[in-house]
């Protein structure tokens, strides 16, 4: 599947419906919903499964969405601060515009994920799984891949600085157009 550039890009975008800030849960199940221009303190939807959702403007500041599954979930102009979504599942994911600082992301699994013009800063994906990933034109700082797993992973127009890359499996990973180092 293709990443999409733009909301209306989803096949899905026309079937969304309004979601609003009270409609988290534990263990939730959204399909379809889309979230729009939110503020988000303390969210908990641990073990929620998002499918074919879409979060335009949304902050989530702290939270809790721990072992969540994502599949076909769309980020837009999202913010994530201090946000503990460790061992979630990501499965045809795009983040767009998004920034991510603080944030928990450790024994995640990724798969054909999109990082697309994000700022990552200090953000831990230790021993996660990447398979298919792209952060394209993205800033990470200080992000933490430490025991992570690579296979074809792509860093096209970033630029990394302190990213600790320690003990990382790669499979068919291009740094091609990366900057390494910097502030």
């Given at each position: ?16 419906t309004?979601g ?5 849960e ?9 979230f729009?221009?939110l ?16 979060f ?5 500041d702290?939270g ?10 769309w ?19 795009w ?22 013009g ?13 398979t298919?990933?792209?952060f ?35 499979n ?12």
């Open positions: 599947m293709k990443a999409p550039k733009n909301l209306a890009d989803l096949s899905f975008a026309d079937k969304l309004a609003g800030a009270g409609d988290f534990v263990d939730g199940d959204y399909d379809r919903v889309q729009s221009d503020t988000l303190d303390d969210a908990s939807a641990g073990g929620a499964r998002f499918m074919e959702c879409a335009t403007g949304v902050t989530f702290g809790w969405l721990r072992r969540a599954r994502l599949s076909e979930v980020f837009g102009q999202t913010r994530f601060v201090a946000l503990d979504a460790a061992e979630s599942s990501l499965i045809d994911v983040l767009n515009g998004c920034v991510l600082a603080g944030v928990q992301a450790f024994g995640l699994l990724l798969r054909r994920v999109t990082f697309r994000c700022k990552l800063d200090s953000v831990n994906f230790r021993d996660s799984t990447l298919d990933v792209t394209e034109d993205c800033v990470l700082r200080d992000t933490d891949f430490g025991g992570a797993k690579f296979t074809r992973v792509r860093f096209p127009g970033c630029q990394l600085a302190g990213v600790t890359l320690a003990n990382v499996t790669c068919d990973v291009d740094l091609r157009g990366a900057t390494l180092g910097g502030e």
